[in-house]
């Protein structure tokens, strides 16, 4: 678990204006680590922010894949679920942050809402990833963009959610990808 608390320690670092020692202590002592199997569902309650340590999760809508989330990611989970889930495409390590312990941490340390907000922000441009991909005209860059973004996912996805994923074909897909 270290190794993990220390690669959630560097990305809030980017996000906060000083060190932030004893918010850190206080987040650490909160952090529960989880293990998610591949093709598990993530458990987890609503308002809780998931750290994605290692592997690589799918986050659907009922049955569409509606992003992505690779290792190095967080995760925060909608307060309205709207049937939103969350899937080990393999197997994966998170620490979660409940929402009662970010409250609890708030309170005591009032200035962790800069840096919650900051990365509400950076989840949300996150999001809009495939929206992005979506936008572009040519199906080939499409494919070559998903690639590049998503090489350690791309073994593991079946063929026919990549194709819907990117708005291509799956027969296109195949002769191309």
């Given at each position: 678990?270290d ?5 959630l320690r560097?990305?809030?670092l980017?996000?906060?204006q000083?060190?932030?020692y004893?918010e850190w202590n206080?987040?650490?002592s ?6 998610c199997?591949?093709g598990?569902?993530l458990v ?5 922010i998931c750290f994605?340590?290692?592997g690589?999760?799918l986050?659907t ?5 509606t992003?992505?989330i690779?290792a190095?990611?967080?995760?925060f989970?909608p ?7 969350f899937?080990a495409l ?6 979660v942050l ?5 409250y ?13 907000d ?17 936008e ?7 494919i ?5 973004l ?9 063929r026919?959610?990549i194709a819907n ?7 296109y ?5």
């Amino acid at each position: 678990m270290d190794i993990f608390v220390l690669q959630l320690r560097r990305l809030l670092l980017d996000y906060a204006q000083d060190d932030l020692y004893a918010e850190w202590n206080a987040l650490y002592s909160a952090l529960t680590p989880i293990h998610c199997a591949a093709g598990q569902r993530l458990v987890s309650n609503r308002g809780d922010i998931c750290f994605l340590a290692k592997g690589v999760l799918l986050k659907t809508q009922l049955e569409t894949i509606t992003r992505i989330i690779q290792a190095d990611q967080l995760i925060f989970v909608p307060l309205q679920s709207n049937a939103i889930y969350f899937h080990a495409l393999v197997p994966c390590q998170l620490l979660v942050l409940s929402r009662e312990e970010l409250y609890r941490i708030i309170e005591v340390f009032p200035r962790v809402v800069r840096v919650y907000d900051s990365l509400l922000d950076v989840w949300h441009v996150q999001s809009n990833e495939r929206l992005l991909l979506l936008e572009m005209k040519q199906k080939s860059a499409r494919i070559a963009l998903f690639k590049q973004l998503h090489k350690e996912a791309c073994p593991y996805m079946a063929r026919k959610d990549i194709a819907n994923y990117i708005a291509v074909s799956e027969e296109y897909l195949r002769k191309n990808f």
